[in-house]
């Protein structure tokens, strides 16, 4: 364990290393029954028995109401920028997107293959660095998007948008899924690729009303409808089995420490420190707006790109890694989702402040 | 190590207890990076190398051409069955199939979206218990279909079926990919869901050829275009790293037998037993036809359904898992992927001589 190291990356991103530990046992026999847990049949009792498990603990993590689906799907956050148009969009149908950053502009990219994305409110006239709070809706939408957590741009919602009445809310949680409380009822679908706060990447949350279940298209591919999912569990075809498995073990940890509204408490002081330090320091500054700030990623530069890549270089070699931000805004990124220490933030900031005093 | 039992799952299924063993050592520390290989960014030297490696070791094993391309994708075969058909089948159009199973004949109501599937042959006549040798093709198909081995009804193609000129061969080799010699250049594509003979359910390899991988539809989502990922390195989005980290791993443990050749020769040897006991018995029969039997799933019945039942709950007792039949055939499967010791065939056919002389 000693020869860890603080792994700051977007995603696939750090877990926690009792997860890692379990899994680490369960792999050639799993639960004692002399089968590992990735060779079980997803049909035989060990995996269903997983699968029920985990989703009896989704249910317990955000309250979710029984008439909300938990669904398991492939493909990550992308697949679904086109599944969800394809299923609840014809021609001539519109559908309103926020568009707070990159993974939004995607989303609506493949809603106009199959009606009218109406951008509700945009944040591209300053890269994005904010999350609009006045929205411009069209008429009848047939639902509303939003990305919750904006990876690349360190900008979060920090409360759900409103909609219209009579239209749904999808929400795009993949890089801030079940951490911080959350109210399901204000969603008609809520998903989320794995690799940030729930696992591997490879296996698709689906948090999905009854009604929209059932308000899918029936004519694409079974493989594309969420009813399919529903009707089978989510074992239509083979699932990711592996990947349900890990969910479930990061599943029973949320729980352990004390579910999301303690995860809320360790994320907000988590980011805190490292912003506290970043408005209180003299060499580095926060790129997000203070109102949109994200916790899970935190993007700050210098203000120098030389100085940057310099920090970057040495905080790697102190053993601070995955801290370069995306090239759409340079500097720095720290993402410290829900399985990120503590420790590893105040350490990063004792670093800063070395590298500030011999920087500044 | 003392506590595995011989699981015959027809997938996920068994896997190399070495490879299961590196993985275990991965999971927290992978290579010395203080990272564990789940936790490594996609865009990462480290999981980068994993990715080239895992291809170079897959080209070295199938000795693949430079024209052809790897590819990983997810969703299973299942999710293939319609991107065939909506990459390279329009209205008007048709495409063959070779119908031997269950799995083309999903692969066939998918293909009925997008343009005409020919059934150039079926052997559902006599429940798919053979491969047909004839088939009778249709004009000009976009393409041929087949899939090489019928998990359910244990049958397999021991020849690649002919082709009409123009035309492309595309398998779907899910449950015997690399399980004996390959001729790739026979085939436009060759796709596979992982669970069977390469590692966890949750990828997709493809192995496609250059003017497959151009032909595809471009008005189509760009995650179910081929060329999305042949351009990206299959990293347009979030791959599932664990499931292309345990392929290579695989990859290297059948090159470390000796290559194709030599599973082959291991594979013929491990079914022959069990055929042989099943040819030679007084108790069970094998169900599917001499000269079309598999090498991977082997069906088998004593004809009383009762006695099926208690041979299942007996051997399943004495530590031979996963030995039901699928419902369609009922009676018994055996699986026996690559990676299935041959001691478990030695073990059963024991456990099958005692069962039949207390029941015969």
Known sequence: MNNRIFNFSAGPAVLPVEVLEQAQSSLLDFDGTGIGIMEHSHRGAAFCSVLDQTIADCRAIADIPGDYQILFMQGG?????????????????????YVTGSWSKKAVAQANRYGTPHIACTSEDRNFCYVPQEAEFSPQPKYVHYTSNNTIFGTQFHSEP???????????ASSDIFSRSLDIRKHGMIYAGAQKNLGPSGVTLLIVHNDLVEAGSRDIPEMLQYRTF???????????????????????????????????EMNEEKAGTLY???DNGNLFRATADENSRSLMNVTFVTGDDELDKKFIAEAKQAGFDGLKGHRSVGGMRASIYNAFPAEGINELVKFMQNFESKNS
Do not use: R
């Not at 074992?235 to 890990?246: A, D, H, K, L, S």
């Open 77 to 97: 956050a992308s697949s679904q920028f086109f599944t969800v148009p394809m299923n609840f969009l014809s021609a001539g149908e519109t559908a309103d997107y």
């Open 162 to 172: 409103t909609v219209p009445d009579q239209s749904h809310l999808i929400c795009d």
């Open 230 to 264: 529903s009707k089978n569990d989510s074992c239509y075809n083979t699932p990711p089995t592996f990947g349900i498995f890990m969910m479930g073990l990061v599943f029973k940890w949320i729980l352990k420490q004390g579910g999301l509204k303690a995860i809320e």
């Open 276 to 278: 506290s330090h970043l």
